[in-house]
């Protein structure tokens, strides 16, 4: 049998029967499945070398594992299932550039110690999904003369593959060309990832997509599937920002390399922009999930993975004030939202009434102000996000302060600034605070605990309100005088994993995620997590732990709103 083709100008390995190549070839060790040995297969060029002279990790390439005995190829990859791709398949990637010339190829100094338990998991799951079939890959009929047999070697990339990808073009991505070289790939970051510290690898990392972007950017790799699953695999927690000594703002380069797929590739198919267009249609939206809550109770439809128990009915929510709030005065505007008013309204109840307490009168937005963009940008549907922006704006007139009690939608508002660039949303981001960041100048003016909330309460940092906002200090100081006992959780604010829509679309990392946050929960002895964001929530609630928003349990101290009936 011949030996396997590699790229133009590489060495060949030796095959059954062929002739080896100019060079040796190594052999790459690639994750498997839960329960199943490691395999490896041939390299078709020489290995590049790692600093300390090993090959760099890829993590898996060829999909989920398959049952015994199946063998078919996996759906949208070319690759036969169980099998592993071998580097020449990545050959001029955005992988390649990831792990190319030793430059970034391995974990950095002290922190290899720091991967994860799901290394082998998530290496023939999440990252083979990844980087071989996102959504941008759409399968086409094979070439005239390949049918169904299929040689025993993995597919190399090109016209025999069967995939293909839209605007597979070499490009330049919608990014600001100085923060992307602000990058100077020193690893602190790292330890800081959630998907590196499940996987160990360094395309899961953001040193790595930083690396994946710089070469699709600057015409080095194509604009193809394996950059579009480096890039849609991040959870965009955006704690690397915190960590980074250099201040790169990673959140604005996921934001604008996802801008680049979407608009220039299927990255995001049509029913997820459908989806997506829910979202700004509040009423539409609340019809769906009274009906998705009855299919749920009858049986017909059940919850998963960013789709929760829907509620059946919900609380009535008034606003105490129907003129514009004067600035320079406690009243302010309450922002409600498109997900949070529809699955979590009872938060509205209790935060209204703990304003009203603290002696404002709020006022609810007008026509438009339902959905602030905030997953259509991290989606990479900015032109969307920039449509729901201008709403939420004219929503919302005067300069009155704006409260937000969702971490992910007070963290979009205040970035309209940027989003928009004109001075108009740089004076509304100013106006916008976080409920807590608001409440702290008002605790005199709230009443006193009529009885503090028992047990330990723990408080789960959202990523939006630590690492964007970054306010969560102010959870604590509202929560401590209405809680009998404040604890802190030992992961440094990592991420649980909920990441808006992240659950639905990697479900098996988002659980990872979410088991790890809830064990250091079970380690802090909580008996209530506190979280100020509807995503983590909902998705923390759906691990079984008992939820509730911060100021819910301040409602409850104080009997006031829908908090005071303590519910979980």
């Known amino acids: 049998m011949p030996a396997p083709r590699g790229l133009p100008g590489h060495a060949r ?9 100019p060079a040796p070839a190594h052999r790459v060790p690639l994750a498997a499945g839960p329960g199943r040995p490691l395999r490896r297969a041939p390299a078709a060029v020489p290995a590049l070398v790692h600093p300390v002279g090993r090959p760099p990790r890829l993590g898996a390439a060829g999909g989920r594992p398959a049952r015994r005995g199946r063998r078919g190829p996996l759906p949208g990859t070319g690759l036969l299932r169980g099998g592993w791709a071998p580097r020449a398949a990545l050959g001029g990637s955005a992988v390649a550039a990831v792990h190319g010339g030793g430059r970034l190829g391995g974990p950095a100094p002290g922190a290899g110690s720091l991967r994860g338990r799901g290394r082998g998991r998530y290496g023939a799951r999440e990252l083979a999904r990844a980087r071989l079939a996102p959504a941008s890959v759409r399968r086409r009929s094979p070439p005239p003369g390949e049918g169904r047999l299929r040689s025993r070697w993995p597919a190399q990339p090109g016209s025999g593959t069967g995939v293909s990808v839209t605007g597979g073009a070499l ?102 922009r459908a989806a997506y267009g829910v979202l700004g249609r509040h009423r539409l939206l609340l019809r769906l999930s009274t009906a998705g809550a009855l299919a749920q109770r009858l049986g017909v439809a059940r919850t998963r993975p960013g789709i929760p128990a829907l509620p059946r009915a919900r609380p009535g929510l008034a606003p105490s004030l129907t003129s514009p709030p004067d600035a320079g005065t406690d009243d302010a505007w309450l922002f409600l939202g498109c997900v949070m008013d529809a699955w979590m309204r009872p938060v509205h109840v209790a935060v209204q009434g703990v304003m009203e307490a603290a002696g404002a009168r709020v006022a609810h937005p007008g026509r438009g102000g339902d959905c602030c963009g905030a997953l259509h940008a991290h989606a990479g549907l900015t032109a969307r996000a920039r449509v729901y922006a201008g709403r939420v704006m004219a929503s919302m007139p005067g300069e009155g302060a704006i409260v937000v009690d969702s971490a992910g939608c007070g963290a979009a508002l205040k970035g309209y600034g940027h989003l928009l ?136 101290a104080i009997g006031v709103g829908e908090g005071a009936g303590g519910g979980g």
């Not at 965009?236 to 220039?264: D, I, K």
């Not at 809830?518 to 939820?547: E, K, M, Q, T, Y």
């Open 13 to 21: 390995p030796a095959g059954r029967g062929g002739a080896a190549g």
């Open 421 to 556: 660039g004109t001075p108009q949303a740089r004076a509304f981001s100013a106006r916008v605070q976080d409920v807590h960041e608001w409440l702290v100048g008002r605790l005199g003016s709230l009443p006193p605990a009529r009885r503090r909330v028992a047990g330990r309460v723990a408080v789960q940092d959202p990523c939006h309100l630590r690492h964007v906002q970054r306010a969560h200090h102010h959870v604590r100081t509202v929560l401590s005088p209405y809680v009998e006992e404040l604890v802190e959780l030992d992961d440094d604010g990592m991420c649980c994993g909920a990441g808006g829509a992240y659950g639905a679309v990697h479900p098996d990392m988002a659980g990872e995620l979410r088991t790890r946050k809830l064990d250091a929960a079970a380690r802090a002895r909580a008996s209530v997590v506190a979280s100020a964001n509807p995503g983590c929530a909902l998705h923390l609630a759906a691990g079984g732990a008992r939820v509730r928003h911060p100021v819910e349990l301040v409602a409850e």
């Open 171 to 272: 490009g330049r991505l919608a990014v600001d060309s100085d923060e992307l070289a602000a990058c100077v790939a020193c690893g602190l970051c790292l330890p800081h990832c959630p998907t590196w510290r499940v996987t160990g690898d360094e395309a899961a990392s953001p040193r790595g997509r930083i690396a994946a972007m710089r070469a699709v950017h600057g015409g080095d790799a194509p604009l193809d599937h394996v950059f579009a699953g480096i890039m849609d695999l991040c959870v965009q927690c955006r704690a690397c920002e915190t960590a980074c000594p250099s201040a790169v703002p990673f959140g604005r380069l996921m934001e604008g390399a996802r801008t680049t797929l979407a608009a220039e590739t299927r990255y995001q198919p049509w029913w997820r």
